[in-house]
């Protein structure tokens, strides 16, 4: 009699012996437990970090010809996702600060932003674009990118917003994009200041509100122009009037950082004194995206030529002494100041401000070794970065001594090319006009050199002023405080400094001739008697 496909599988099963059964099922369950057990480990055992392959540098690529807003919150989706991989696949390895891209360890950023957070695209000084968080419609305009020509890197803030509400932790990553769209070195900064906008920017004391007004003012031309502010003193004039030229980076018309706004200490504080002053916006913040497509910019492009367009400005402006209109370049700014005079020697003064001398590049490494040797040793990070530093100024040596194009992105050829032979202390030797030079002793940025070369070059100069202030950093501010549970620095320009410029700008110059580093201290004038005893042997 046929049987039954099932009696036939029933009577096989029953003719199979138990244990052999058992045995042979256990082994399917350890092999399939150990393929899993496999996957497991290895997902466990191999970071991240070990298998993304970054994207190979293109030289080649037209110019950052994507999106940076788009780029940038992509890599910051890509932390809040977890999907470390594709943030890792997404850095430039050479430019960053680490000889392993393991070490930088992004999964650390989970302790930041929980299991969940969002993110949003905010200004270089930390506020929150396109009206977010009940932000006025003036600041949801703020341009969110800064270009930075130095090493040729649009720069982006995005912020990692926990979603839980409980959470107090609100991370600031300040990204840095090279023209092929990679993440590069200073990619991951630091976690900025994670206490939000600061609520308030109080006037400094030596302000009297009431003795300006302030007017919006356009400088320069379509499409190209740039927003200003004129601060100007009430009453009939003519007044004096200051034009302010900006350091590095992208800064606002304020030039703020954190709790400070120094440039509008300054308007504010000279406009109390009768001095008309104009500061206006950087062009590398709101045309930052253009100009980095911009293969040629230069120096020029940067600062000089607005500040001109400012001066011209001023000129045409009712209650404004033409003939006296005065430049004030802080660090960077000071350091073009000369070029600007070069370009109009009709300008009535030069206040230089904390500003660097020699070449662009010459106090870079010492900068580097001064910051990383402040605690006595040199991690392995900090050797890392002064290599990274050191392989930069290399890279330019070779384009301007010997032609060789850089390898890499981290250099603008034009952009160093234009200052290959540019000095501004010694530019300044030429300069017919006068000049007030101003340092503190506690830059931080600069080294004592930097302010020694602007001395050594133009002790001899027929009017130029010489100031040298105690306990002051760079950009002269006497203190820096903090209050409360806000530890971002607080803080004015300081009041001395405000009254000299003043009183300079008045017309008048300090008794004491330059003789030693106490005179400097003191304020002095330079000229045939100037020598400057001690200051050569870095007393």
């Not at 919006?216 to 034009?243: C, D, I, N």
């Not at 400012?310 to 430049?327: G, H, K, S, W, Y």
């Not at 660090?331 to 500003?355: C, W």
């Not at 008045?506 to 045939?528: H, I, S, T």
């Amino acid at each position: 009699m046929p049987l039954r496909p099932g009696t036939w599988r029933l009577r096989v099963a029953r003719r199979t012996p138990i244990g052999l059964a058992l045995a042979v099922g256990l082994f399917s369950i350890g092999i399939a437990a150990l393929i899993a057990l496999a996957f497991a480990v290895k997902s466990i055992t191999t970071p991240a970090c070990e298998a993304a392959k970054p994207a190979q540098p293109d030289f080649e690529a037209v110019p950052f010809a994507f999106d940076p807003e788009v780029r940038a919150l992509a890599f910051g989706q890509a932390l809040v996702d977890q999907d470390y991989r594709r943030a890792y696949e997404m850095l430039a390895p050479e430019h960053l600060p680490v000889d392993s891209i393991c070490k930088l360890d992004l999964e650390s950023y989970r302790s930041l932003t929980g299991d969940s957070a969002s993110v949003v695209l905010v200004t270089p000084q930390g506020l929150p674009v396109n009206g977010q968080e009940g932000m006025s419609k003036d600041t949801a305009s703020t341009p969110a990118l800064g270009f930075a020509p130095a090493y040729d890197g649009i720069e982006v803030v995005i912020r990692l917003a926990p979603h839980q509400p409980s959470a107090k932790t609100v991370t600031y990553l300040r990204l840095t994009l090279l023209r092929d769209g990679r993440v590069s070195r200073g990619a991951l900064l630091e976690a900025l200041i994670t206490l939000g906008p600061v609520e308030e920017f109080p006037p400094p004391p030596y302000a009297d509100l009431e003795a300006f007004e302030e007017i919006e003012v356009v400088v320069g031309q379509a499409p190209s122009a740039l927003g200003g502010t004129l601060t100007m003193p009430r009453g009939p004039g003519p007044f004096p009037a200051v034009v302010l030229v900006h350091g590095s980076g992208y800064p606002d018309r304020d030039s703020t950082a954190g709790a400070l706004k120094p440039n509008r200490d300054v308007a504010w504080g000279l406009a109390s004194q009768g001095v008309a002053v104009l500061r206006h916006d950087k062009r590398t913040l709101p045309y930052a995206l253009a100009i980095a497509r911009q293969r040629d910019f230069t120096l020029n492009d940067a600062l000089v030529d607005d500040a001109l367009a400012a001066v011209a400005l001023l000129r045409q402006t009712p209650r404004i002494d033409p003939t006296r209109i005065f430049v004030l370049g802080s660090s960077l700014g000071g350091f073009a100041a000369p070029r600007i005079a070069q370009r109009d020697p009709t300008i009535a003064g030069l206040i230089i401000e904390s500003a660097p001398s020699g070449s662009f590049w010459d106090g870079l490494v010492q900068n580097a070794l001064r910051r990383s040797q402040a605690d006595g040793k040199v991690s392995e990070l900090e050797q890392r970065q002064i290599d990274i530093v050191r392989a930069y100024v290399e890279t330019i040596e070779a384009l301007i001594n010997d032609g060789i194009p850089p390898s890499d992105m981290t250099v603008r050829p034009d952009y160093f090319l234009d200052l290959a032979e540019y000095r501004p202390e010694i530019v300044a030797q030429d300069v017919p006009i006068p000049m007030l030079v101003l340092h503190g002793n506690l830059d931080g940025v600069l080294t004592q050199s930097d302010s020694a070369g602007w001395t050594q070059s133009l002790r001899r100069h027929r009017d130029v002023v010489f100031h040298l202030y105690r306990e002051h950093m760079h950009g002269l501010f006497d203190r820096r405080t903090v209050s409360g549970s806000d530890l971002r620095p607080a803080g004015h320009v300081s009041a001395q400094v405000v009254d000299d410029i003043a009183r300079w700008i008045a017309g008048e110059r300090p008794d004491q001739v330059c003789v030693d580093l106490q005179a400097w201290f003191e304020g002095c004038r330079g000229g045939p008697k100037a020598t400057f005893r001690g200051l050569d042997s870095g007393s």
